[in-house]
């Protein structure tokens, strides 16, 4: 049985600041689950046992070399892609960068990465991306730093 398309996933990703106030984001290369070639605040699937907050911290550590404090919980939103058979339920928190030199340690999940000033992201960009987006500017209209 697979995730998000025999049953409902859970991935849960992470809007991650550096201390200039950019935020965190990586393409999705060609073997990612869905939505190939757009730009997303990364994460990843939750294992069985673990809580959202280590699978999102886990996930920057395996698939970037990053170590990231997980902070609040930005939303919750259904990631339901009807042309590609998936639902997910994804979380999205807010982190910030604590160590690490960001590169793509999973090519073929990731083909770019960068920090990007949140008025100038690459595009396009995942669903659930753009619902984080917005959340965020709702949320903090005046900005905010993790």
């Not at 996933?9 to 550096?18: C, K, L, T």
């Not at 990465?113 to 396009?124: E, H, K, M, S």
Request: proline share 7%; hydrophobic share 40%.
């Amino acid at each position: 049985m697979i995730p998000g398309r025999d049953y409902i996933g859970v991935g849960v990703g992470a809007m991650v600041f550096n201390a200039q106030g950019e935020v965190f984001l990586s393409q999705r290369g060609p073997n990612s689950r869905n939505e190939r070639g757009s730009w997303e605040f990364p994460g990843g699937r939750v294992e069985f046992g673990e809580s959202l907050k280590e699978a999102v911290a886990r996930e920057f550590l395996e698939e970037y070399g990053m170590v990231i404090a997980v902070d609040d919980l930005l939303g919750l939103d259904d990631h339901i892609l009807p042309d590609e058979g998936q639902h997910w339920v994804s979380p999205t928190y807010l982190a910030h960068f604590v160590s690490g030199a960001p590169h793509i340690l999973e090519p073929g999940k990731c083909t770019a990465i960068g920090w990007f000033a949140l008025d100038d992201l690459p595009q396009p960009l995942s669903v659930i991306t753009q619902l984080d987006v917005t959340a965020y500017k709702t949320r903090f209209p005046n900005g905010h730093t993790a």
